[in-house]
C-alpha cells in the first residue's frame, strides 16, 4: 500500500518539475527576442536635434530636401525627406515600399510666418 502512494507522490512531482521547466523555457524565449523600435519617436527625434541645431530651418524655407538627407544617418534603414507648405504642394520624393513609417515636424518660419511640413519616411 505505501509504495502505490510513494509512485503517485513521485509521479506528481515529476510533473510539477516538467511544467516549471515547460514555463521557464518559455519565458526565456519571449524575454531574449529585440524589443520593436518606434521609428516614428527615432525620425522626430533626429528632426528636433537638427532643429536644435539651427540646421533644419534654412535648409527647410528654401525647400533643399537632397541636403537634409545627406545630414540624417540611420542606420539599417533608408529615408528620404518631404517638405510641404500648407498649400498642398510638396518637395521629394516619397518611397514605393511597404512599412514606411512617418514622423512630422511642423516649423512656423525662419524670419516670417511660412509654416512647412518636414516628413521623415523611414523603411
Known sequence: MKRKGF????????????LVFFVL?????????PPQMDLSAVGYEILKD???????????????????ESKISIPGRN???QICDFGDACY??????????????????????SPREVRLLIW
Open 50 to 68: 537638427l532643429d536644435n541645431r539651427g540646421e533644419l530651418r534654412p535648409y527647410v524655407m528654401n525647400n533643399q530636401t537632397g541636403v537634409l
Open 79 to 81: 529615408h528620404a525627406i
Open 92 to 113: 521629394g520624393t516619397s518611397p514605393a515600399g511597404e512599412n514606411v513609417w512617418v514622423s512630422t515636424y511642423i516649423i512656423a518660419g525662419e524670419n516670417f510666418y
Open 7 to 18: 509512485w503517485r507522490t513521485f509521479e506528481s512531482v515529476l510533473a510539477v518539475i516538467i
Open 25 to 33: 523555457a518559455l519565458g526565456v524565449r519571449y524575454s531574449f527576442l
